[in-house]
T-cell receptor
Framework: QKEVEQNSGPLSVPEGAIASLNCTYS??????FFWYRQYSGKSPELIMF????GDKEDGRFTAQLNKASQYVSLLIRDSQPSDSATYLC????????????FGKGTLLTVNP | ETGVTQTPRHLVMGMTNKKSLKCEQH?????MYWYKQSAKKPLELMFV???????ENNSVPSRFSPECPNSSHLFLHLHTLQPEDSALYLC???????????????FGEGSRLTVL
């Protein structure tokens, strides 16, 4: 059973701080990694993806991947109240979306 | 107009009813999905259709029956459901991952189902 583990939170950070969201996965053969954001009452939307070890930056978001440790994280710099949402980690172990496994998500609250 | 549209947004049904959820995608994608989202559980993949053929059925009970008449439309037919089937049902579409394509899933807003 392939598993993706996330701390369910809630994670609470003050406005302007760095929010750090973590995810571990069980399948060592996993190939691609995604972070989806889901606002309350809304559907998930993709905000970052990463395939290779190391960091990938996009604006205020940085995804970090360490395949040896089976660990992927999302850093949000200069957190804003509008970043308050549930962040879902998804791991693809087969190159097809049929093999995409989601974590339970981490609820992030950014306090003004 | 959103890329993936689901109807109805809310549905209440009894255990003996028959109802259907509808999904339509306007993105030209070649794959469509049904996911179930329950409180405190990960998104669960139910069915996948690629080029209108079902390619995945994740051990879903037969009281859920999918139908994909063409690449833009997907249905989930519901029959004799149980109260534990109450959840948010999300439709998604994508191009299959490939060169220059992440395979990003585009989700509809979901159909909130309550089974009494």
């Amino acid at each position: 059973q392939k598993e993706v583990e996330q701390n369910s939170g809630p994670l609470s950070v003050p406005e302007g701080a760095i929010a750090s969201l973590n995810c571990t996965y069980s399948d060592r053969g996993s190939q691609s990694f995604f972070w989806y954001r889901q606002y309350s009452g809304k559907s998930p939307e993709l905000i970052m993806f990463i395939y290779s070890n190391g960091d990938k930056e996009d604006g205020r978001f940085t995804a970090q991947l360490n395949k040896a440790s089976q660990y992927v994280s999302l850093l949000i710099r200069d957190s804003q109240p509008s970043d308050s949402a549930t962040y879902l980690c998804a791991v693809n172990s087969g190159g097809s979306n049929y093999k995409l496994t989601f974590g339970k998500g981490t609820l992030l609250t950014v306090n003004p | 107009e959103t890329g993936v549209t689901q109807t109805p947004r809310h549905l209440v049904m009894g255990m003996t009813n028959k109802k259907s959820l509808k999904c339509e995608q306007h993105l030209g994608h070649n794959a469509m999905y049904w996911y179930k989202q329950s409180a405190k559980k990960p998104l669960e993949l139910m069915f996948v259709y690629s080029l209108e053929e079902r390619v995945e059925n994740n051990s879903v009970p037969s009281r859920f029956s999918p139908e994909c008449p063409n690449s833009s439309h997907l249905f989930l037919h519901l029959h004799t459901l149980q109260p534990e089937d109450s959840a948010l049902y999300l439709c998604a579409s994508s191009q299959e991952p490939g060169t220059g394509n992440t395979g990003e899933l585009f989700f509809g807003e979901g159909s909130r189902l309550t089974v009494l």
